[in-house]
C-alpha cells in the first residue's frame, strides 16, 4: 500500500485516489442499502400465498449488499489500475531519458524544501493589513524563536508583533526585549 500511494505523477497520484474514493463510496452506498433492507425485514410470499419473515442478511438484501459493494470495488480497482499504468508509463520514460529524470527529481527536490526562514502567508497578510489600517508600510518581516512573535521593520524602526489572536499586537520593550538578539 505505500508503494500504491507514492507519488510519480501528479496525475497518476489523484487518479489512484479517485480508485480509492470510489469503493470507499460503494462501502457507504451498500452499508445504506443493508439499512433500508433491515427496515423493510425480509417479508415475501412464498409459493402457498403465505407471508414469510426472514432476516435482513437473506435473500435479496444480501445479494443487493454484496453486488454494490463488488461493483465498486471493481471500480475502484479499475481505476486504481489505471492509475498504475499511467505511473508505469513514466517509469518507462525516465529509463529511456534519464537526464530528463534526473531533471525532475531536482524541481521535485526544490519544491519539497521548506525553508525555516520564510514567514507565513497568513502572517504575512495579516501584519499588511495591520499596517494598512495604521497607513504605515512595513519593509521586512522576520521570524523569531517564538512561532506567533515577529520581527517587523516599519519606518526605520523595529517592532516586534504578536499575530495569531484577533488583531496583530505591537509588543511593549519590555515584552520584546526577550526576543532582541
Given at each position: ?55 435482513y442478511l437473506a435473500g435479496g438484501a444480501f445479494f443487493g449488499f454484496i453486488s454494490i459493494l463488488a461493483r465498486h ?109
Open positions: 500500500m505505500p508503494k500504491l500511494l507514492e507519488k510519480q505523477t501528479t496525475i497518476g497520484y489523484l487518479i489512484k485516489i479517485a480508485g480509492i474514493v470510489v469503493m470507499v463510496w460503494g462501502f457507504i452506498v451498500a452499508m445504506f442499502f443493508l439499512g433500508g433492507a433491515a427496515q423493510l425485514g425480509g417479508q415475501f410470499v412464498d409459493e402457498w400465498g403465505e407471508m414469510q419473515y426472514s432476516s470495488a471493481l471500480y475502484g480497482i479499475l481505476i486504481i489500475g489505471f492509475g498504475e499504468v499511467i505511473d508505469f508509463l513514466q517509469r518507462i520514460y525516465f529509463r529511456l531519458h534519464p537526464e530528463v529524470e534526473q531533471q525532475w527529481q531536482k524541481e521535485k527536490e526544490e519544491k519539497e524544501v521548506v525553508r525555516k526562514e520564510d514567514v507565513p502567508f497568513w502572517v504575512e497578510t495579516e501584519l499588511k493589513g495591520y499596517y494598512e489600517e495604521q497607513s504605515q508600510m512595513y519593509t521586512s518581516i522576520e521570524k523569531t524563536s517564538d512561532a506567533y512573535i515577529f520581527k517587523v521593520v516599519v519606518d526605520d524602526r523595529v517592532e516586534y508583533v504578536e499575530v495569531g489572536n484577533f488583531k496583530p499586537r505591537v509588543l511593549t520593550e519590555d515584552e520584546a526585549k526577550k526576543y532582541t538578539e
